[in-house]
Antibody, heavy 113, light 111 residues
Framework: EVQLVESGGGLVQPGGSLRLSCAAT????????MNWVRQAPGKGLEWVTN????????YYVDSVKGRFTISRDNAKNSLYLQMNSLRVEDTAVYYC??????WGQGTLVTVSS | QTVVTQEPSLTVSPGGTVTLTCASS?????????PNWFQQKPGQAPRALIY???NKHSWTPARFSGSLLGGKAALTLSGVQPEDEAEYYC???????????FGGGTKLTVL
């Protein structure tokens, strides 16, 4: 059974940093592109970033370029999102997704003073 | 900046049929945008329904179908059930299918 479990969310002040993790089980992690998608409270879905199987290609939505970094560790079956210079508008539930098919339950990031 | 547009809300009667659409600010939506559709209920993660315009995932109920309609991607629900009340999101792929853009979502009410 495919499972994706996000962790690392929490409350952080504007300008701060946070690192999200996504633990993957039930499939060969190294075979798939992986994505982060977020959803601000009461709002729609917004794709944030993705990473190729071997980490050689990464893409970002314009609003996070230069602040967020996606990475993966195929040996640990884990996906990461390093978020720096956080803004109030980054407040959202962050989902880890394998392609379009499988999604985790999300982790809440709140940026507030 | 590319904008993907959906109807903000639709209402359908139980047993009825409804079509949700998905338009792109870049022009007509074609199969090359690999349209996807998701269902999301309150407090839950999105659930994938349709990929590459019209293909169903193994868990997708038969009453859901995807197509292209008048330059837009479309999701049709036939024989709507009360449990279909949810938010529906379309997703289009850009830049060689590695950049995703979601629509704003359609809130479907079954009444």
């Amino acid at each position: 059974e495919v499972q994706l479990v996000e962790s690392g969310g929490g409350l952080v002040q504007p300008g701060g940093s946070l690192r999200l993790s996504c633990a993957a089980t039930g499939f060969t992690f190294s075979n798939y592109w992986m994505n982060w998608v977020r959803q601000a409270p009461g709002k729609g879905l917004e794709w944030v970033t993705n990473i190729k199987q071997d980490g050689s290609e990464k893409y970002y939505v314009d609003s996070v370029k230069g602040r967020f970094t996606i990475s993966r560790d195929n040996a640990k079956n884990s996906l990461y999102l390093q978020m720096n210079s956080l803004r109030v508008e980054d407040t959202a539930v962050y989902y880890c997704a394998r392609g379009v098919e499988y999604w985790g339950q999300g982790t809440l990031v709140t940026v507030s003073s | 900046q590319t904008v993907v547009t959906q109807e903000p809300s639709l209402t359908v009667s139980p047993g009825g049929t409804v079509t949700l659409t998905c338009a792109s600010s870049t022009g007509a939506v074609t199969s090359g945008y690999y349209p996807n559709w998701f269902q999301q209920k309150p407090g839950q993660a999105p659930r994938a329904l349709i990929y590459s315009t019209s293909n169903k995932h193994s868990w997708t109920p038969a009453r859901f179908s995807g197509s292209l309609l008048g330059g837009k991607a479309a999701l049709t629900l036939s024989g709507v059930q009360p449990e279909d009340e949810a938010e529906y999101y379309c997703l289009l792929f850009f830049d060689g299918a590695q950049v995703w853009v979601f629509g704003g979502g359609t809130k479907l009410t079954v009444l």
